[in-house]
Nanobody, 126 residues
Framework: QVQLVESGGGLVQAGDSLRLSCAAS????????MAWFRQAPGKEREFVAA????????YYADSVKGRFTISRDNAKTTVYLQMNSLKPEDTAVYYC???????????????????WGQGTQVTVSS
């Protein structure tokens, strides 16, 4: 059984940093893609960043490029999202997602990911 557990959210001020963690268990195979999505109140879930099939490639939404970094530990059991220079518009619930059969063109599409965490709230005050 696959489990994804996010942590690290909180309330910060604009310009601060946070690091989110996603502890993964039950995932097998080296072709797993891991991603972060976020959802603000009244908005659709949107893509933030992804690790394509392990550490081979990383992808970011334009809105976070240069400020956020996605990474994975050597054991490949935890995925991180380092968020710097946070802005009020980054406020959302952040979700970790994983899929072992994702194709590249589907990477930014939330409903195509099979496994999801419960989410962690990030609030950035101005």
């Amino acid at each position: 059984q696959v489990q994804l557990v996010e942590s690290g959210g909180g309330l910060v001020q604009a310009g601060d940093s946070l690091r989110l963690s996603c502890a993964a268990s039950g995932l097998t195979g080296s072709s797993t893609s891991m991603a972060w999505f976020r959802q603000a109140p009244g908005k659709e879930r949107e893509f933030v960043a992804a690790l394509w099939r392990g550490n081979t490639r990383t992808y970011y939404a334009d809105s976070v490029k240069g400020r956020f970094t996605i990474s994975r530990d050597n054991a490949k059991t935890t995925v991180y999202l380092q968020m710097n220079s946070l802005k009020p518009e980054d406020t959302a619930v952040y979700y970790c997602a994983a899929d072992q059969n994702l194709i590249l063109s589907s990477m930014r599409t939330p409903h195509l990911y099979k496994h999801w965490g419960q989410g962690t709230q990030v609030t950035v005050s101005s």
